[in-house]
């Protein structure tokens, strides 16, 4: 049924090296900007189905299953358009999403994985994570904000919270958007030409470009450590907008046909509650 | 600025009677179902700009505002198509959703309007109630789950609770969806023939179903006591879904033109930026 195999080479496995990723690439689809949007529109009636189906599990009481989006990416990747164009297809009751941001002082007493327990999605639900743990292993490893030794107890820590996840029925993509430094660049720099753009723009994001290359690092540790059997991570190249939208959308029908939601059947005598429903 | 001057006709006032309202009915609006239609994409396009200016405060750090949209109605009078097709077209990021259920027993444990107060919509943000603290003067007056006296109370509760949420900068748009009775008995009867919607259907449908007079004049109460200046309530017709979500979408579209948010100013010296981010 998984007719999503062209996103097959986005997956992190053994030997990926980041630095070989070119982000204006198209791995595996082979069409061009305006194919990708019809495929993208096209696959938006696949993933409302799909969705549907999951979801009337929930409110059946039959739901076992859930899918997480898991997003991570430097600036101006375009985590926004994800969730805005791919995500915001599909009917919001269904979807939870959580964006993280710098902790408060509340989540900071705890683990760092307390508050992100809390928002992974009911069985039924597609979960969003507009950036997630990560950023622990990643902000965390580049500001140096926690010593070498506990970011290496993350690592594992991340893979054993995600196994369980996994095991509980949850199908978790985690997706990095890989753009290229003078992409980014471009992308800020309209940013600061546009007075209704500039909400978008925040200094500190200069001071993080200007450690790309130690976030590059850091996202080649978290590859080489937490891209697991029950959780892989895929890097999608992200230079051209289109093509990032149209693959997390096929990742995401693929985790959907992977859990093959069916319609839920009435736990209810139907003849019995239609002449009732015709007397009322 | 405000050009939505036709939901005025769905506005509780003073001598309402909900006994009065055609669910057949379009007031106000003078086009058919492709009209509607039409008009229901156009708005979209406003309802997006607005919302995005709202949020776009909320992450500047400068939004004081916000809408809440409340769904109240009988079964399958359409709330969900309202939650998909009106607040879906706008951007995930910016939209707070809360369906209320049964009261858990945590929730039963604390007056009535503390898990509601919990999921009012921060400032910057959309939020929606699928059901609401009104099931406790709706469900609650009509089976009896609380005395007269303490239904009584609540109302005056409501109205503290919702002039306080308004004074903050909530937009308060209350809404009941207003089916006829055997507009309902059509709809859930479809449910039972389609397998596909059985999921939807719940036998204690027909059992409210069959107490429709008393839930009739539970709503009548609350349109007596609880539609104030702060926060009026609409009774939309809703037999036409059509009519239904471009009468709600005006009123998002009123509520917030009303707030009318503004793109938020940089707090960056701009060229400087533009130097450091061309130097990165």
Redesign the interface.
Known sequence: MNTHQWTAALRVGQGFRLSDVDADATPGYHGHKADGERDLAAGLEALNELQERLF??S??GTARDAVLLVLQAMDSAGK?GI??HV??GV???G?S?A?FKAPTAEERAHDFLWRVAKRLPEPGFIGVF?RSHYEDVLIGRVRGLADPAEIERRYEAINAFEAEAAASGIRIVKVMLHISADEQ?AR??ER?DR??K????N?GD?DE??LWPQYMQAYQAVFDRTSTEAAPWRVVPANRKWYARLAVQELLLAALEDIDPQ????D?D?EA??K???A?
Do not use: T
Request: charged share 25%; aromatic share 10%.
């Open positions: 009337a599990q409110r059946a926004g969730v805005r995500v915001g009917d919001p009751q979807v999403l964006a507009d660049k800020l720099m600061l007075p209704d500039h909400w978008k723009y200094p200069v470009r200007m319609w839920p059947g009435a209810f139907v509650e239609k009732r429903l015709a009322s």
